[in-house]
C-alpha cells in the first residue's frame, strides 16, 4: 500500500502522482531548486553534505553540457536538502554537482567555500541561472517498490540543469526530489499556475 509512505495518512496512489507532476511543472522554472523544495514542504530547507567534496573527470554527456572536453577534472558536490527546523529531521531531496571552478572566478576563500560548504551552489554564489535540460520520473527499481507503492526516500524526480554565468555554464547537477517530500503536503497555492495563457504577440506593421 502507498500509506507505508506516511503511517498516519492513507495516500492515494492517483494523489500522489498528480502531486507529482505539479511538483514537476515547478521544478521546470528556473528558480533556485532549493527554494522550490522549501516552498513545497512549507519550511527551509538547507544544505548537508552527504559525502566529501571530490575531483572527478568528466563523461562525454556531461562535458557537452558545459561545453569542456570529455575528461576535464570537476569538483563534484553531493548534498542533501533537510529541515532547517523540523524534528526529526525532514531529507526532502538531492542534489549532486559537478563544477568547473576556473569560470566561477573565485579567490582562493570563495574556493574553499565550494570544496566545504554543504549550501547548493546557486545559494553560494551569487548570478547563477539555473537552466532545466530535462526532469524525468524515475522506475522503482529497487527491490520491494511497485509502481503504486513507492518508498519515502526513493526519487520520485530527477532534474538535469545547467548552472551558468552570463550564458557560460560553470555546472551540471542532477536535482532529486525523493516521495517523502510529495507525500508529506500539497500547497493550497501554487503561483506560477496563476500565470496567463500564452498569447500571440501582436505583431508590428
Known sequence: MIDRLDHQTNHDP???????????????????????????AGFGVHGEQTTPTSFVDLTDDDA??????????VTRRDIHLVSVLTEPVFRAAAITELVYEPR??????????????SDPLDSLVNH????????????HATEGDTADDPQ??????QAKTILAHAGIPVAVAVETVYWRLIAHRQPSVVLPYAMPRPLLARMSR
Open 14 to 40: 492517483h494523489e500522489l502522482l498528480g502531486r507529482r507532476e505539479q511538483l514537476a511543472r515547478l521544478v521546470r522554472l528556473d528558480t533556485p531548486f532549493s527554494q522550490v523544495v522549501s516552498s513545497w
Open 64 to 73: 557537452r553540457l558545459l561545453d569542456l572536453p570529455a575528461g576535464t577534472s
Open 104 to 117: 566561477l572566478g573565485l579567490d582562493l576563500a570563495g574556493r574553499r567555500a565550494v570544496r566545504s560548504g
Open 128 to 139: 547563477l541561472r539555473r537552466v532545466v535540460c530535462y526532469v524525468l520520473r524515475p522506475h
Open 152 to 157: 519515502p526516500d526513493h526519487p520520485a524526480l
